[in-house]
């Protein structure tokens, strides 16, 4: 009686104050029945029951991808890398001595930079072989997110460095510069592969299976564009579409698109678009201007010529002594096939044949879908840079700035690519053989 008069006293103070109405006391629930009990501790112990086998299925998941992931690397695949790396530093310590004397008054500047991050990019590749793959899933969407807000950031003054007429690098201060697009072509590999391996039959349907991959590769080609990155921009956008199509999407989009491709090349061929048209006229025929626009094709294919069957030998080169410019980054095929000739520039190609052959092998014997996806879109952006690279190089294709892999000096390239590669190794240590 005294707790309900006290109850009474504070509602009334209630209103008076103003703040809260007089309510009526809430009667008490009706006590369950026997079989009210009994339904509703049967629903607990079956929902106990449940949360109990979801739990020891996660557990076993777990347990059984750790076991997967604890298998051997694919040997063949890593001994190919550590010898494409091991070759391609001797080559630019060889290519690009004559640079680093006369412009760095030190012949080994290049190299030892070089030589700095390809070591750490192989600690990098065997910890990413280490790391089960299936954790990218997660981070698909933070690390495609970082790289476009990268590739922002480089097109802002002050922060992007300009060099060769192109916004592509960030400064770190006066320690390191990077290019965010090498980070890019990671993410959109990652990305790509995690969402598409989602999908299954819904990659047939344009809502699902190709709008949502326009969009960002839409984006991302634009803000590389605006660098400008034609090369990347390429790598990027082919990527993609393969990954698209191993994804399932219907073979009419990709006629459409190979065919859209095309008419643009023809278009741009002939003249009809003006972009570009002096490097057009440039790769057809490069001795109309040799000693100005067609200087540097011309170098590069003076380099060959002289290199012959045998080559002029290891670090004999001639070519390289400030005739051929970017010796030491993308045209370093060039000097490769003066000093080894054309027998070791074809083990060279061969050494990238028997590399990109063994990873779409990898591919076909992942263990899912996801880890298919994956080591298709790196060994596909591998095979496309190596391509591009030599056919420009050797006037096959037009010029444009693509560095060789494993070859060519940077940095933030050695490091991605390597750690690229230790993700393939990952992915071949839980194939199904």
Same mark, same amino acid.
């Given at each position: 009686?005294?707790?309900?008069?006290?109850? #009474?006293?504070?509602?009334?103070?209630?209103?008076?104050?103003?703040?809260?109405?007089?309510?009526?006391? =809430?009667?008490?629930?009706?006590? !369950?029945?026997?079989?009210?009990?009994?339904? =509703?501790?049967?629903?607990?112990?079956?929902?106990?029951?449940?949360?109990?086998?979801?739990?020891?299925?996660?557990?076993? =998941?777990?347990?059984?991808?750790?076991?997967?992931?604890?298998?051997?690397?694919?040997?063949?695949?890593?001994?190919?890398?550590? +010898?494409?790396?091991?070759?391609?530093?001797?080559? +630019?310590?060889?290519?690009?001595?004559?640079?680093?004397? $006369?412009?760095?008054?030190?012949?080994?500047?290049?190299?030892?930079?070089?030589?700095?991050?390809?070591?750490?990019?192989?600690?990098?590749?065997?910890?990413?072989?280490?790391?089960?793959?299936?954790?990218?899933?997660?981070?698909?969407?933070?690390?495609?997110?970082?790289?476009?807000?990268? +590739?922002?950031?480089?097109?802002?003054?002050?922060?992007?460095?300009?060099?060769?007429?192109?916004?592509?690098?960030?400064?770190?201060?006066?320690?390191?510069?990077?290019?965010?697009?090498?980070?890019?072509?990671?993410?959109?590999?990652?990305?790509?592969?995690?969402?598409?391996? #989602?999908?299954?039959?819904?990659?047939?349907?344009?809502?699902?299976?190709? !709008?949502?991959?326009?969009?960002?590769?839409?984006?991302?080609?634009?803000?590389?564009?605006?660098?400008?990155?034609?090369?990347?921009?390429?790598?990027?956008? /082919?990527?993609?579409?393969?990954?698209?199509?191993?994804?399932?999407?219907?073979?009419?989009?990709?006629?459409?698109?190979?065919?859209?491709?095309?008419?643009?090349?023809?278009?741009?061929?002939?003249?009809?678009?003006? $972009?570009?048209?002096?490097?057009?006229?440039?790769?057809?025929?490069?001795?109309?201007?040799?000693?100005?626009?067609?200087?540097? +094709?011309?170098?590069?294919?003076?380099?060959?010529?002289?290199?012959?069957?045998?080559?002029?030998?290891? /670090? =004999?080169?001639?070519?390289?002594?400030?005739?051929?410019?970017?010796?030491?980054?993308?045209?370093?095929?060039?000097?490769?096939?003066?000093?080894? /000739?054309?027998? /070791?520039?074809? !083990?060279?190609?061969?050494?990238?044949?028997?590399?990109?052959?063994?990873?779409?092998?990898?591919?076909?014997?992942?263990?899912?879908?996801?880890?298919?996806?994956?080591?298709?879109?790196?060994?596909?952006?591998?095979?496309?840079?190596?391509?591009?690279?030599?056919?420009?190089?050797?006037?096959?294709?037009?010029?444009?700035?693509?560095?060789?892999?494993?070859?060519?000096?940077?940095?933030?390239?050695?490091?991605?690519?390597?750690?690229?590669?230790?993700?393939?190794?990952?992915?071949?240590?839980?194939?199904?053989?």
């Amino acid at each position: 009686m005294a707790r309900d008069l006290w109850r #009474r006293l504070r509602d009334a103070a209630d209103v008076l104050r103003g703040k809260a109405a007089v309510s009526a006391p =809430k009667e008490p629930p009706p006590p !369950l029945t026997r079989e009210e009990r009994r339904a =509703k501790q049967e629903a607990f112990l079956w929902r106990e029951r449940r949360n109990r086998e979801v739990r020891e299925k996660v557990r076993e =998941k777990e347990r059984e991808s750790r076991e997967l992931a604890s298998g051997p690397i694919d040997l063949p695949f890593c001994l190919l890398i550590l +010898l494409l790396t091991a070759v391609g530093l001797v080559m +630019l310590l060889s290519a690009s001595f004559p640079y680093a004397y $006369y412009k760095m008054q030190d012949p080994t500047y290049f190299f030892r930079f070089q030589g700095l991050f390809a070591l750490t990019g192989i600690c990098f590749m065997l910890m990413a072989s280490r790391v089960n793959y299936q954790r990218l899933r997660g981070a698909a969407k933070l690390l495609m997110i970082v790289s476009i807000t990268l +590739l922002v950031l480089v097109l802002i003054p002050g922060i992007g460095r300009i060099s060769h007429n192109a916004r592509r690098w960030i400064a770190v201060g006066n320690l390191f510069q990077f290019q965010p697009s090498e980070v890019v072509k990671l993410a959109v590999i990652v990305w790509f592969s995690a969402d598409i391996s #989602r999908k299954r039959d819904k990659m047939r349907t344009f809502q699902e299976g190709i !709008l949502p991959y326009l969009k960002i590769m839409g984006v991302i080609a634009v803000l590389m564009m605006l660098e400008p990155h034609l090369s990347g921009t390429i790598l990027i956008l /082919g990527t993609g579409a393969v990954l698209m199509l191993v994804g399932g999407i219907e073979l009419k989009w990709v006629l459409g698109a190979v065919g859209g491709a095309g008419f643009f090349a023809f278009l741009l061929i002939k003249g009809i678009i003006p $972009y570009g048209q002096s490097r057009i006229a440039m790769w057809r025929n490069p001795f109309i201007d040799a000693q100005n626009q067609g200087y540097q +094709l011309v170098q590069s294919l003076i380099s060959i010529g002289s290199g012959g069957l045998f080559g002029v030998g290891l /670090g =004999k080169s001639r070519q390289k002594f400030l005739y051929l410019p970017e010796e030491h980054n993308d045209f370093i095929f060039a000097v490769v096939c003066e000093e080894l /000739g054309l027998i /070791g520039a074809t !083990l060279i190609m061969l050494l990238f044949a028997a590399m990109i052959l063994r990873g779409y092998w990898i591919a076909l014997h992942a263990r899912d879908r996801f880890g298919s996806l994956l080591v298709t879109g790196i060994i596909t952006q591998m095979a496309m840079q190596t391509f591009f690279n030599i056919g420009v190089v050797t006037g096959f294709l037009p010029t444009t700035g693509i560095s060789l892999p494993f070859f060519s000096y940077g940095g933030t390239a050695i490091l991605i690519q390597l750690a690229e590669m230790g993700i393939v190794l990952s992915v071949s240590r839980q194939m199904k053989l």
